[in-house]
């Protein structure tokens, strides 16, 4: 369900025991069982907390003057002193993009009203048009769709009676357009085709270095350090939470890297002092071998933009400081993006149970085969909810 398993953030719970406390680390905990969009960020804060403290001092959730709460105050050992660095934890994702761009609704709705009418969803095929839209520095990818209702409305008026017709009239091939209330789009039918499909622009693309998600995160939280002590390092953390700028490892010429945005960000922001990028990517290691690993990219502001209290050293010892704090991160189970989607749903998924090895055996894990037993899970793997949380100390 999350990036890293449970037993691992289960883990870094019973470590921040003794740091956080019991009343804030249960919050963090109540955030983490809760079936909502907030839970990656509950995650990525626990995760980086723990790994902080194997790294330096830390202590959380100190109040600043303004009244401010930012996540950490990180004290690290550098050659000849002691450097403060107070931080934030805060997550990116595309749900705002998704909502606007609303093309996962159409693709739904064409495949439920092919099997209500009794045609097979696999000989249907889309495509969105889309493009680049507003002024240069403030432009966007966005798709022909109008807003929801108003899709759906088009749905029922125009697209319905097509597939309806389709199955009232067998046809092998048929095609509609659509070129009404801001849509422009086609829907193909063929009975040929063996998978279903669907195309349109990528939108979730950063043609602009201010309008984009990444940039819109860091801004909002530049207030939460801006109270931090004048000679201390103030370092942002910002983590995927299915945010494609984030996680994309080949960026088109007309596009920009996260890198890139962050660089804009601190350019025009002397409040913070350091970007830390944090992203989960697929790696493959020949044919069909492919293997999860947690990505990072520190982003510093450029000398002429520097205050006094960073300079070449104290990024070099922030750099040392969080190279050992990336050594003892967990391995990821799940990219961001279905991570995302997992963690709105109830209960703690099935998780990777075993693989299947012929047609008269199947491998499964010892806790598989433990929950089995004890009548937790069917051989169906229907499961009960359980939820994380700090483990009574002791004689407790």
């Known amino acids: 369900m999350f990036i890293f398993s449970r037993r691992w953030m289960q883990r870094c719970i019973d470590e921040l025991v003794s740091i956080l406390g019991e009343g804030p680390l249960q919050k963090l905990v109540d955030r983490l069982n809760r079936p909502d969009d907030g839970r990656l960020a509950a995650m990525w804060e626990l995760v980086f907390l723990r790994c902080l403290a194997h790294a330096g001092h830390l202590r959380h959730e100190v109040p600043l003057p303004g009244g401010r709460f930012p996540d950490f105050e990180w004290t690290i050992a550098s050659e000849d002193e002691r450097l403060c660095v107070w931080g934030d934890v805060t997550t990116v994702s595309d749900s705002g993009l998704d909502a606007k761009n609303p093309v996962d609704h159409l693709s739904a709705e064409i495949t439920r009203l092919a099997r209500k009418y009794g045609l097979n969803p696999n000989h249907f095929r889309y495509d969105v048009q889309g493009g680049r839209v507003g002024d240069y520095r403030k432009s966007s990818m966005e798709l022909s769709l109008p807003d929801r209702p108003t899709l759906q409305r088009i749905i029922k ?77 103030r ?70 933009r520097r205050p006094a209290r960073l300079n070449a050293d104290s990024v070099a010892a922030v750099t040392i400081a969080l190279n050992r704090v990336l050594s003892v991160f967990p391995k990821p189970v799940l990219e961001p993006i279905n991570a995302a989607r997992r963690c709105v749903e109830r209960g703690y998924g099935n998780g990777m149970r075993g693989a299947y090895v012929n047609n008269k055996t199947i491998k499964i894990s010892s806790r598989a085969l433990l929950q089995l037993l004890a009548g937790e899970i069917s051989r169906h793997f229907r499961t009960r909810t359980v939820g994380i949380g700090p483990r009574a100390a002791p004689g407790t």
């Not at 086609?186 to 602009?208: C, K």
């Not at 983590?239 to 890139?260: E, G, I, L």
Request: charged share 20%; net charge negative.
């Open 157 to 233: 008026s125009s697209v319905e009676p097509f597939v309806r017709h389709l199955a009232a009239a067998p046809s092998p091939a048929a095609n509609f357009s659509c070129m009404e209330e801001g849509a422009s789009f086609t829907v193909g039918y063929d009975q040929s085709q063996m998978f279903a499909g669907g195309g349109h622009p990528s939108y979730d693309v950063a043609v602009s270095l201010r309008n984009n998600p990444i940039f819109r995160a860091l801004k909002r939280k530049t207030e939460q350090l801006a109270g931090a002590p004048e000679d201390a390092i």
């Open 235 to 304: 370092l942002l953390i910002l983590c995927d939470a299915d945010c494609a700028s984030m996680s994309r490892q080949h960026v088109s010429a007309t596009a920009y890297s996260s890198r890139a945005i962050a660089e804009d960000f601190l350019r025009q922001n002397r409040t913070i002092d350091l970007v830390l990028l944090a992203t989960v990517v697929s790696a493959s290691h020949g044919w069909q071998q492919r293997e999860l690993v947690p990505k990072f990219d520190l982003v510093a502001a450029r000398s002429g």
